[in-house]
């Protein structure tokens, strides 16, 4: 373990500040992957500047738009159980339950979720090549074992995928993130928020050096009628997502009004196409209609040696969680969903 400085920040401009005018200083939060992967030697700081103590952005908030703004440090725990986000916002809930473990999500904040780094197994082996973590050596999932990478949006230089379940709701409710900076203040759409890794993969997102995100803001709409969350993994419990589907429908009868569908675990980023959704609007939320928005969806999808089968997996799942989102008892607490 290198020798780093920890110092509480007690305002925006105070952390903005500490981590802007310092070589290698960065913001910690939970801590629950920052500190890993300093523990590893995969990343570096020099200085670490904690943003915990800063007051205003532990709350969730109604706006007067309708909407609620998700304080930063906000813990993922106090998120998933709020109960303006259990009743409005069931996706999003539901999502972030479906992650890590108890102990985690009582650590880990949201603003850190959205920060979290890919769990590609070369990214987290500091021996084998890797353009995320160096760049510039090579990729070794591409001709290595990539069965949990991706199949949409990759590059010659990186495959692998955004871990988070937290965010392939919060892209499907097309929330807005707030951030800070040396600059002023500016807000992202989530779809604008990650990237795609190109010839850039140690770039995970468009935030800029010294820039802090103090919130998040979810429209008014949280889809609390007809939502479904499915997650697919090795494991059933403290495993990252192979496919992972964030649904939500707006329903007038049989008939969809409106569609919400993100993927995670398939791409860089959470996987969201628009044409798929303004697909489904006026026609029935059948199965066949639910497959023919798949084909959109996973329109240009690359398999590799090991994880072709993500594909049709991802295919399956979209159907799947259409249907569950008719029912959305099935996605109480305690429910085992059967469709
Ligand atoms: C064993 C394990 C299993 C997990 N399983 C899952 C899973 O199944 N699904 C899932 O979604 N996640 C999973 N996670 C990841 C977990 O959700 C993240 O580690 C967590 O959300 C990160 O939040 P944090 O507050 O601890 O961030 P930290 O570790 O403190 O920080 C992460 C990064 O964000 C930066 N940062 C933190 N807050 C801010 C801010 N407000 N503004 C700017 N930069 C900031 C830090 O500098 C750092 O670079 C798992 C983690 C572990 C350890
Ligand atoms: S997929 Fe990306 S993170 Fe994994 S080894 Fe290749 S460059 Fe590194």
């Not at 010839?199 to 803001?217: A, C, F, K, R």
Request: one cysteine or more.
């Amino acid at each position: 373990m290198n020798n780093f400085s920890y110092r509480k920040a007690y305002s925006v401009p105070d952390a903005v500040n500490q981590v802007s005018t310092q070589a290698d200083a960065k913001f910690v939060a939970g801590g629950t992957n920052l500190i890993d992967l300093l523990k590893y030697n995969l990343t570096s700081a020099v200085a670490l500047v904690d943003v915990n103590p800063i007051e205003g952005y532990h709350a969730i908030e109604e706006k007067t738009d309708g909407g609620l703004r998700l304080g930063a440090f906000v813990t993922n725990a106090d998120t998933a159980y709020h109960p303006l986000i259990e009743t409005r916002y069931p996706l999003l809930s539901k999502a972030i339950l479906a992650g890590a473990s108890g102990q985690i999500r009582n650590m880990a904040t949201n603003g850190g979720n959205l920060l979290q780094r890919t769990r590609c197994y070369y990214f987290y082996d500091a021996n084998a090549p890797c353009n995320k973590r160096e760049p510039g050596t090579g990729c070794s999932a591409i001709g290595g074992y990539n069965r949990i990478m991706a199949i949409l949006g990759t590059s010659e230089s990186c495959i692998a995928v955004f871990p988070s379940d937290m965010c392939v709701a919060l892209a499907a409710l097309e929330a807005v993130v707030n951030i800070s900076g040396p600059d002023g203040e500016r807000s992202l759409p989530f779809a604008q928020f990650h990237r795609l890794p190109g010839d850039t993969p140690h770039l995970d997102n468009n935030l800029q050096s010294g820039e802090i995100i103090t919130s998040v803001d979810l429209p008014a709409n949280g889809f609390a009628n007809n939502y479904s969350y499915l997650k697919l993994r090795d494991r059933n419990s403290y495993a990252f997502a192979l496919v992972s589907v964030a649904t939500g429908l707006e329903l007038e009868g049989n008939t969809i009004k409106e569609a919400r569908m993100a993927l995670g675990g398939v791409a860089h980023k959470p996987w969201r196409v628009t044409e798929a959704e303004d697909f489904l609007r006026n026609k029935a939320a059948s199965p066949e209609n639910f497959a023919a928005a798949a084909e959109i969806i996973l329109k240009g999808a690359v398999g590799y040696e090991y994880n072709s089968f993500k594909i049709e997996l991802a295919k399956r799942a979209i159907v799947r969680n259409g249907i569950m989102a008719l029912h959305p008892e099935t996605q109480l607490p305690g429910a085992h969903p059967s469709a």
